[in-house]
């Protein structure tokens, strides 16, 4: 998921290594751990509403998985909030780019995601957690999908700091 933002060029030439360290810690890491916290909360990022409620087989099937696997604090087999292990939420970055037309904010899951350990022994594979994201987004269980009143709050405040900034 990228957000971009179109600056003027007066300000675009201002935005120096030091301008882009202090938007990345001050703003992209605030956006990113908002994000997580809205998706352990079951809350979807693109819409804004609570997840769908997850289907009785797929509890019970949590219930088991959980019996042979290391799970989040904030798992439960019952609601859905994308949490077993936390591995996936947790791996959620966010990258701060200036681009020749403005900003360009981008967030999306790093890494590997370890497989779990099957009920009746052995192991699922180990899946990259941006694959891991995308399946999920064919069930509208968005990860890193913003809605658009999100996506424009972004791109007013980082304006707002960049004009505040550079007066």
Do not use: C, W
């Amino acid at each position: 998921m990228r957000v971009k933002v179109k600056i003027g060029k007066d300000i675009q030439k201002k935005v120096t290594k030091a301008v882009q360290k202090e938007i990345k810690q001050n703003f992209v890491n605030k956006v990113v751990e908002d994000l997580k916290k809205d998706i352990r909360n079951g809350i979807n990022p693109k819409t804004g509403k609570s997840y769908r409620a997850l289907k009785p087989s797929t509890i019970a099937n949590r219930r088991r998985y959980a019996k042979k696997n290391p799970t989040h604090p904030q798992y439960s087999p019952a609601r859905s909030n994308l949490t077993f292990t936390g591995r996936l939420i947790e791996s959620i970055k966010g990258k701060f780019n200036k681009t020749k037309r403005g900003i360009e904010i981008e967030i999306e899951p790093t890494g590997i995601h370890a497989g779990y350990n099957l009920i009746r022994g052995g192991k699922t594979k180990a899946k990259k957690n941006k694959e891991i994201a995308e399946a999920l987004a064919k069930q509208k269980r968005y990860v890193v999908q913003l809605s658009k009143k999100r996506t424009e709050l972004i791109v007013k405040k980082i304006t707002q700091l960049l004009k505040k900034r550079f007066r």
